[in-house]
């Protein structure tokens, strides 16, 4: 096995031979800088282009190295560092394979940056509904026959956009079967696997959708990699996608002066994956399993285990996740995200031997629990449903170039059923779109609205909600 770390390495030798600045950036390896000490010891590695330290855009020598370790270790083609999160793989895997016009079939609950993207590129989407998962309460994956069902409507669609797993950490048992078919139509999947970075570290995890023959991947390292934020992966292994394509809108969409900093903690998250072992896996999954059934013994406690180790559920029945949330952050416990029904905890990737505070977490857990059943329980009973499946494929009535120049009005939302949305509402997180331009405003989406805004989520996109107003085409 490799046990080269090549950008770190690098970065390290350049360190110690105490080189004088005359280059950017300006806090000259930290010594103008007034930040705590702590910052600028890292500021050390803070570097540029200089000789010998190689080039993300052009990589010929330690970046070209740590990618091919990096392709090596996902077992496919060509993979690329990237420094935008994995928000800049979505953008440049749609500008890559769908110009100004052409079809892309989008499963409709996609994270905005794939919204941003047909945007920006002017193509048009075609949305298939997800399917809901009662035990969850989320929105999952679209099912094989309404994706084929798309494919077979629209053949001619440049590229088909899955999600995987979800932000729940929920996975489809359909995508081997989708991307066959679509490889038999000759058009590339491409996946926003963000939330799956580490699922080829062992057997016992859920496959990547590389092993199904995905063409595109791209997964957040910083998600559940021990790597920086917006630090993210993409991987190609396709005959339908043109590598050099992907690398040309990498080069114009990543800045000309990426991270160091984040491009060493990307090969230390390969480095970190490449040594995770069989017995690692099973280790964290054994203490996830223990430490979902002390947290069961928690009275009024509900633990849903999903697809992903990694990923935990906990619920207080009569309370709103957010209200769960709050009594948790009264504790200094701090979850990935809360919604109407729950919070979602993301567990460290630990390997053998690795400790986490557990018991102790738990104690505030408990604590936490004890708190919130002593306040008033949710104003509004959360029965939120699928806010997306009662037509399986849609289409925009307008496109992002139309709705650009048509008349706009903003009305309270409630009397905005049947009109068409002219400005995205995305509850964030997940940063899933509620509602996106050009999209037909149903009851369905203005109950889970409603729903949303009573339980006390918070929105992004262009919204007045303080006021109960949306931005409608008039
Ligand atoms: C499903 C999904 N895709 C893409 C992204 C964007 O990832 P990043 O933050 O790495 O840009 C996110 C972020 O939360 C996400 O949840």
């Known amino acids: ?95 890559a394979t769908c110009n100004r016009g052409d079809t892309i079939i989008v499963q409709r609950n996609a994270h905005k940056s794939i919204f941003h993207a047909i945007e920006l590129v002017g193509a048009k989407a075609v949305y298939v509904s997800p399917q809901w998962d009662e035990r969850t309460l989320t929105a999952t994956h679209v099912s094989y026959d309404d994706l084929t069902q798309a494919v077979d409507c629209y053949p001619e669609a440049k590229a088909v956009v ?65 790597a920086m934020t917006m630090a993210s992966f993409m991987h190609v292994n396709s005959k ?33 994956i490449q040594t995770y072992m069989e017995s690692d896996g099973a280790y964290i999954i054994e203490k996830k399993n223990q430490w979902a059934e002390a947290l069961r013994a928690i009275g009024s406690l509900e633990v ?36 109407a029904h729950q919070v979602l905890l993301v567990l460290p990737l630990l390997k053998q031997g690795y400790s986490y505070p557990f018991a102790d977490i738990r104690v505030r857990i408990k604590e936490a629990v004890t708190a919130l059943l002593n306040t008033e329980k949710a104003a509004i009973e959360a029965v939120s449903q699928n806010a997306y499946n009662f037509v399986a494929i849609t289409e925009p009535m307008y496109s992002s170039d139309e709705i650009a120049t048509m008349e706009k009005e903003w009305l309270p939302y409630m009397r905005t059923m049947g009109r068409t949305a002219a400005s995205m509402i995305i509850p964030y997180p997940p940063g899933i779109p509620l509602l996106v331009p050009g999209e037909k405003i149903t009851v369905a989406k203005l109950s889970q609205l409603e729903e949303l805004l009573a339980t006390g989520a918070t929105f992004q996109g262009n919204h007045r909600l303080e006021e109960k107003m949306i931005e409608v085409i008039k």
């Open 240 to 272: 339908l996608v043109n590598v050099e394509r992907i690398h040309h809108y990498l080069r114009m969409l990543q800045s000309s002066s990426p991270s160091y900093i984040l491009l060493a903690s990307l090969d230390d998250a390969r480095y970190y």
């Open 1 to 95: 096995m490799q046990k080269k770390k090549p950008i770190v390495e690098g970065l390290e030798r350049f360190r110690q031979q105490q080189n004088i600045s005359f280059h950017v950036p300006g806090h000259k390896h930290g010594e103008l800088s007034n930040l705590p000490q702590a910052f600028k010891d890292v500021m050390r590695y803070d570097v540029t282009e200089l000789t010998g330290l190689d080039d993300l855009h052009y990589p010929e020598e330690m970046i070209l190295e740590a990618e091919h370790l990096l392709a090596d270790t996902y077992g496919v083609m060509k993979s690329f560092f990237l420094v935008g999160g994995s928000t800049v793989g979505n953008l440049a895997m749609i500008y």
């Open 162 to 226: 899955l999600t995987y797993p979800t932000y729940y950490g929920m996975t489809s048992k359909d995508i081997a079967r989708q991307v066959a078919y679509c490889h038999e139509k000759n058009i590339p999947i491409l996946v926003d696997e963000a939330h799956g970075a580490h699922f080829s570290a062992c057997s016992l995890f859920q496959p990547s959708s590389l092993t199904f023959g995905a063409d595109v991947v791209v997964q957040s390292a910083h998600k559940t990699l021990p």
């Open 304 to 339: 849903i285990e999903v697809d992903d180790p990694l990923k935990l559920l906990l619920r207080v029945d009569g309370y709103s996740g957010y209200q769960l949330q709050e009594a948790l952050e009264d504790k200094r416990v701090y979850v990935e995200l809360a919604d």
